[in-house]
């Protein structure tokens, strides 16, 4: 079982930077693919970005690639999400996602998601 929280939302001009995190818990964070999704007003949640156990490799939906960046400190149980270039369409709700196996779906653990907003 793994306990998901995510932090470091907020408001910020187009152009600025966020940096979310995601505090896990559990013994076996380490063991687990971890990915961050978002989900905008009157759309589907869509997945952002992954990174593997050992944060050897990173995927990026292509509308973020170049912009954001995926990392994780398994020492602290937490992974996180760099946005720099932020734009008004990155508007949503960020959640990140836990499973032993996964790519871009098929994640088992959810957190409860955190606000970003993106001001033109």
């Known amino acids: 079982q793994v306990q998901l929280v995510e932090s470091g939302g907020g408001l910020v001009q187009a152009g600025g930077s966020l940096r979310l995190s995601c505090a896990a818990s559990?013994?076996?964070?380490?063991?687990?693919?971890m990915g961050w999704f978002r989900q905008a007003p009157g759309k589907e949640r869509e997945f952002v970005a992954k990174?593997?156990?050992?944060?050897?490799?990173?995927d990026y939906a292509d509308s973020v690639k170049g912009r954001f960046t995926i990392s994780r400190d398994n020492a602290k149980n937490t992974v996180y999400l760099q946005m720099n270039s932020l734009k008004p369409e990155d508007t949503a709700i960020y959640y990140c996602?836990?499973?032993?196996?996964?790519?871009?779906?098929?994640?088992?653990?959810w957190g409860q998601g955190t606000q970003v907003t993106v001001s033109s």
């Open positions: 990174i593997s156990w050992s944060g050897g490799s990173t």
């Open positions: 996602a836990a499973d032993v196996v996964a790519g871009r779906n098929g994640y088992a653990y």
């Open positions: 559990g013994r076996t964070f380490s063991r687990h693919v």
